[in-house]
């Protein structure tokens, strides 16, 4: 039967918008979005638009296309009123939205690729020390470019800022305006601070790190006197999580599927292999591979991932193939997120584990030091990717003897010893 509803450009019955099929609606709202006066595509945005036209679902990239400022900026790089460049966008307010459209505009190759955050760190404290006083602004930007900056451009140069950082930064910004202000509120300066004034304000004001940070600073710099800064009370330890705990959690996520398939991958590796969510989600697809048995390089040997766990993560790998945004562009992340170019975030992924009340970084000290009380630190380091100190530090904590470790290969009784225990605890085997 000939179809009812049918696309007037090109007759396809698929993802239907309007008249038209969502291909064909994508291809003319790009042509009157992209398109410079000729009538023909920027070729500063071609690119994008070989991009965008490989979206899975066209009408999606349709509704983008008509939000604000998304489709008046581009018109306007479209148009040569525009330069295509990341300075336009630093120009507009900040928003995700905004932050979005970078992130697209790099993954599509229009744009070079940068650090988002890192930048947006440096425009919204542009932004915020202009807004403070004069001294006070005069002060707070010495320290955020020649301090922090410096310092976290260091770290950027390796891994990218995350959203936790850039909040714990922005948070920094602030409570050091907060103490300038103090300081004006009560007649002192930086150069007449004294250790009265000091004890003073930390004694009414809590989780001043950032205070201390800037005082250190200061006092290195000439900026005030010689002051002590009260240490931070250490925190109290909190109770080890035992092994069975451990195992009991791993095995509700293998079985729950109301949490996303992606956290629980994320999760079962917090668990058994002592991994931190943010190293987890910047996992890449090449990082797995799968043949007689499926490995994944955490560390700088692979392991061989358990039955249970690779049953999973081949499920999740099935899953990407369709879940995809958009067909090319971007790093081959092993959790991507939303925002194209970037993977899932970590507080995300936090977020789907709570019900299990999976804290991470409680779970991963107890997790190695069940794992070097297993086998020797130096294999832990090796094959989870952590430091070889750090599993040095847990193994002197746990008061492993691994030392011994040629001599108990040596010993058949001490190897038949260990066989039996094993084969008692089939979780000691795993």
Known sequence: MPPRFACITCGSEEQLTGSQCGTCRLTERLRDVLAE????????????????????????????????????????????????????????????????LRHMLISAGTLPAIDVLLNDLENHATSFIAGLPKEHGAVTAQYFHWELLRKIRQRSANRAMTPSSYSIRSTELRKIAHFL?????????????????????????????????????????GLTSPVKIPGRKPARPRPPVSDDIIWDKVDQLVDDESVPLGSRVIGILVLVFAQRISDCVRLCRSDVTDGEAMRIALGRTP?????????????????????????????????PGATPHHHVSEASVALHLAPHKIHARQIQQARIDHLVRTVPASIVADTLGINIHTAVKHAARTNSRWGDYPELRASPQESSTRAKVTSRNPRESQ
């Open 37 to 100: 006066k000729t009538g023909g595509i920027h070729p500063g945005l071609a690119t994008l638009y070989d991009h965008l036209l490989t979206a899975r679902d066209p009408r999606a990239a349709v509704r983008w296309l008509r939000k604000e400022p998304v489709r008046a900026t581009l018109r306007g790089m479209a148009a040569g009123e525009l330069p295509i460049r990341h300075f336009t966008l630093d120009a507009l307010p900040p928003s995700p939205r905004v932050r979005y």
């Open 181 to 221: 202000a103090w300081l004006d509120a009560n007649g002192l300066s930086m150069p007449s601070l004294d250790q009265t004034s000091v004890d003073r304000f930390f004694a009414h004001h809590h989780s001043q790190v950032a205070v201390g940070t800037f005082l250190n600073w200061a006092i290195r710099q």
């Open 303 to 335: 392991l061989t991932l358990p039955s249970p766990i690779a049953v999973l993560l081949r499920r999740h790998l099935e899953e990407l193939i369709t879940r995809r945004p958009y067909v090319a562009g971007g790093p081959d992340w092993l959790f």
